[in-house]
């Protein structure tokens, strides 16, 4: 039995975790963009409900 690992299965592997890295990168960045409106809304929210 071989445990030898080929340039090319390596390099698969490789890129698909490059992938998989990419794609939770661009997940997290929607998901702060998210955020981050939605923490701006409130303190408008918030700068209303203390006005008299």
């Known amino acids: 039995m071989s445990h030898d ?3 090319l299965n390596d ?3 490789e890129d ?3 992938k998989i890295i990419q794609k939770e ?3 997290l960045d929607s998901l702060e963009q998210k ?3 939605l923490m ?3 303190e408008k929210y ?6 008299p």
């Open 25 to 27: 990168k661009e997940k």
């Open 35 to 37: 955020l981050t409106e």
């Open 40 to 42: 701006n809304k409130l």
């Open 11 to 13: 390099d698969s592997l």
């Open 16 to 18: 698909r975790l490059e």
């Open 5 to 7: 690992k080929t340039p």
């Open 46 to 51: 918030s700068k209303k409900d203390k006005q």
